[in-house]
Every structure is written in C-alpha cells, then in structure tokens.
C-alpha cells in the first residue's frame, strides 16, 4: 500500500509541477494566439520594408516615387497583408516621401527587449508601431528605413 501512495503522490506532484511550468510558459510568452500574432505582425513588418526597397529602388532608376504599388511588384510578388490579402496602403507625400501603412495586430516591442515573445527580425526602433493602422513614413533620401 506505502509504495502505491507514494507512486500516486509523485504523479500528482509531477503533474502540478508541468501545470505550473505551462501556466508560467503562457504568462511570459504569451498564448499560442498572441505569439501567431506577433509572427503575423512581424511578417507585416518585413513586407514593409521590402516594399520601401522596391519603391526606392523604383525612384533611383526612374527619379520619381511610382504612382502606385503595382510599378514596384516582383513578378507575381505583390505586397499585401498576409492574413486579409489587402494591399499594403502606400500614400505619396512629396517629390521624394511616402508613407507605408498597415493594421498591426498587436504593438511593437516598446523597447526592442523581447519581453513580450516577439519573433520580429526587425528591432530597429524605426520599425514601432501601435496595435491597429499604423503609417510609417519614408524619405528616399534616407533609404528603406521608416523616419523618426
């Protein structure tokens, strides 16, 4: 009887353990729904700065910003959301700015620590932004990063 108590002890001190270390996993990182979200936002994030090359790649051969995205697109490539489709918004402000927007799920990183599980390969503080539609703004003259 002692050894069959003991077993039955050990397994429920092992399963409150691994709870414990789940509900802990979740708090830091976030739920899996959270993390696909900030994968989904950072995925965003890249689009953006693959399209801001694009674009001042198209200024440099041609001097002027395009007048719309489908002059910038890679073949069959083109930028848009990678869950609703919708293309990228891309707003020209003058003979050499622009601006790039789209709906982010979640904020940024506010400090580019990691704390809240971000996959986003883009740390550059240029790169904040808030949940919701957000439009970075560029200058060709300050390459393919948003402007403070």
């Not at 789940?22 to 739920?31: C, D, E, N, R, T």
């Not at 729904?33 to 051969?61: C, F, P, V, W």
């Not at 390969?121 to 990063?145: D, I, Y």
Request: aromatic content about 8%; overall charge positive.
């Amino acid at each position: 009887m002692n050894g069959k108590n003991g077993s039955r002890a050990l397994v429920a001190i092992a399963s409150v353990v691994m709870l414990a270390a789940v509900i802990s996993g979740i708090f830091v990182l976030g739920s899996p729904t959270h993390q696909r979200a900030l994968k989904l936002d950072d995925q965003r994030t890249s689009g953006l700065s693959m399209l801001s090359s694009a674009i001042n790649a198209y200024r440099s051969e041609h001097q002027a910003l395009p007048a719309g995205l489908q002059a910038v697109g890679f073949g069959n490539r083109t930028f848009k959301d990678p869950v609703s489709a919708v293309p990228y918004e891309y707003i020209i402000t003058g003979s050499d700015s622009y601006q790039l927007c789209a709906i982010f799920s979640d904020a940024s990183d506010p400090d580019g620590s990691g704390e809240r599980g971000s996959f986003t390969s883009t740390n550059n503080p240029r790169w904040k932004h808030p949940a919701g539609r957000h439009c970075f703004v560029f200058s060709t003259r300050e390459g393919n990063l948003p402007a403070y």
